[in-house]
């Protein structure tokens, strides 16, 4: 069982940055490949990025490349989304979740993030 809390949502210009967090327990936690989600009012939820246990691979949603960096921090059991050149699109709730293999079996209560233009 894992166990994940978000943080670092708020409210941001058009051009800023933000760093998102999201704290993982659990035995389990350091061999999950973790992921960001998103859902912006009215839409449905979308990808964002995912990271591998070991941190060396990353992949992103097309929409965020070069803007978005995920990281981990696995003797913190903490998973990082820093986001630069925030973009009123980028207005949602953005959620963590963890995939023990191939499934995101656990997520977060999400954190929202406001981009004002």
């Known amino acids: 069982q894992v166990q994940l809390v978000e943080s670092g949502g708020g409210l941001v210009q058009a051009g800023g940055s933000l760093r998102l967090s999201c704290a993982a327990s659990g035995t389990t936690a350091s061999t999950c490949t973790m992921g960001w989600f998103r859902r912006a009012p009215g839409k449905e939820r979308e990808f964002v990025a995912k990271?591998?246990?070991?941190?060396?691979?990353?992949d992103y949603a097309n929409s965020v490349k070069g803007r978005f960096t995920i990281s981990r921090d696995n003797a913190k059991s903490t998973a990082y989304l820093q986001m630069d050149s925030l973009e009123p699109e980028d207005t949602a709730v953005y959620y963590c979740?963890?995939?023990?293999?191939?499934?995101?079996?656990?997520w977060g209560q999400g954190t929202q993030v406001t981009v004002s233009s």
């Open positions: 990271i591998n246990s070991s941190g060396g691979g990353v």
């Open positions: 979740a963890a995939a023990p293999k191939a499934v995101w079996d656990y």
